[in-house]
């Protein structure tokens, strides 16, 4: 069942509709127990569609049903593989990163420890 078609029901309708998938999902376990269940993945789809209407209702028991569900719009801006680095760029940091000189002197809280290890 489709949410856009729950969405549509009443309260009672919601209601009647989990009570007998609920049945359904009693069947179900019989069969996977006793090995006679074909189709497996209609647990998963019973146990999701329960779930479904049992918040569509609870939704509209409460009133904070969504007036309109808003369809997705693309993102503006750039796509993300617009956003991905181009090789050259790569390189540029990788050999910036590399210029670094090696004797370069050590800041922070680890240089600190590093210059009382030598001088003890």
Do not use: C
Not at 7 to 23: A, F, G, N, P, S
Not at 57 to 77: D, I, L
Not at 96 to 104: D, L, V
Request: proline share 4%.
């Amino acid at each position: 069942m489709k949410a856009a078609d729950a969405r549509t029901m009443t309260i009672d309708q919601l209601d009647d509709e989990v009570l007998k998938l609920k049945k359904e999902q009693f069947n179900l376990r019989f069969q996977r127990a006793t090995g006679q269940l074909e189709n497996t993945a209609r647990v998963r789809q019973v146990r999701r569609t329960i779930a479904l209407l049992k918040t569509l209702a609870s939704q509209k028991r409460t009133g904070t049903e969504p007036k309109a569900v808003a369809a997705k719009a693309a993102p503006e801006g750039p796509s993300r593989r617009a956003l991905k680095r181009s090789p050259e760029a790569k390189a540029k940091a990788k050999t910036k990163a590399n210029t670094k000189p090696k004797g370069e002197a050590r800041t922070g809280k680890r240089a600190k420890t590093k210059s009382q290890a030598k001088t003890k």
